[in-house]
């Protein structure tokens, strides 16, 4: 499978961030890409009267804009995360659409732990002021491939990623807007983890640079494989980059290093629905 990942840096300017977004996919599909992802947030980053205001529908316009784009290009398009409207004026959910080729939604996952952190001097930001947290855990599929859903701070929860390996994921989407702060020294290693101990290929499109008010994002947008190795790292632009994955390698990962085979599911209260 042919993986492309989008790396963005989205401002307040909807239109504009969402016209970068589907460049880069029919870039990528142009170059033979079977998936493209795109990061957290494509559709806004800004002031949070502005994200709550760009909030829209569960079947909106850009949601009908990437389902035809699928469509169009024949490609499986990971939409990372736009703002959806709930029952609560004052929150959103923030919501990954998957589509299959034919532009249907495969699947869509609301995120379930939001990043509310208070570093006196350096950053405070609250995600659950104007996001309100998922409540399931989501598998979607790409071309017979299982595939699990989660955005961004999800990635530190590791019981998320062991519960989709479980339920038979071998591919694990990390659309990011990681923070600049703890990106330079989490990132990778939080990602590398989260592939080699479920033994899944990990695609983590991310946003990079500053947006406003004051916010900046880490970028370093990476596919892993099973093993852990870096098989593409963008680089802070924004662009596009492209990596295969093979599943017969999976395959011989997980038949050599039997781990989640030898684990003690007797003793672990972990479920696999």
Known sequence: MR?????LNSQDDKEQNLATAE?????AAADKADLVALPEYTDYQGPKEGALASAEPE????????????????V???????????????????RSFLFGRDGK??????????YDVDLPGRITYRESDTVMPGQDIVMGEVDGHKAGLSICYDVRFPELFRLQALQGAKILFVPAAFALYTGRDHWDVLLRARAIENQCFVIAPGQFGPYPPAG????RSIIIDPWGNVLTRMADKVGYAI????????TKTREE???????????YDLKTA
Do not use: W
């Open 3 to 7: 993986v492309g990942i989008c790396q």
């Open 23 to 27: 460049k880069l996919v029919r870039e």
């Open 59 to 74: 079947n909106g316009p850009t949601t009908q804009r990437f389902s035809a784009l699928a469509a169009e290009l024949g």
């Open 76 to 94: 499986n398009i990971l939409l990372g995360s736009i703002r959806i409207q709930t029952e609560d004026p004052a929150r959103c959910n923030n």
């Open 105 to 114: 939604v495969v699947a869509q996952y609301n995120k379930l732990h939001l």
């Open 216 to 219: 900046a994002c880490n970028g």
């Open 243 to 250: 990596a295969d994955l093979d599943f017969s390698m999976q």
């Open 257 to 267: 290093l039997p781990s989640l085979g030898n684990r003690r599911a007797d003793i």
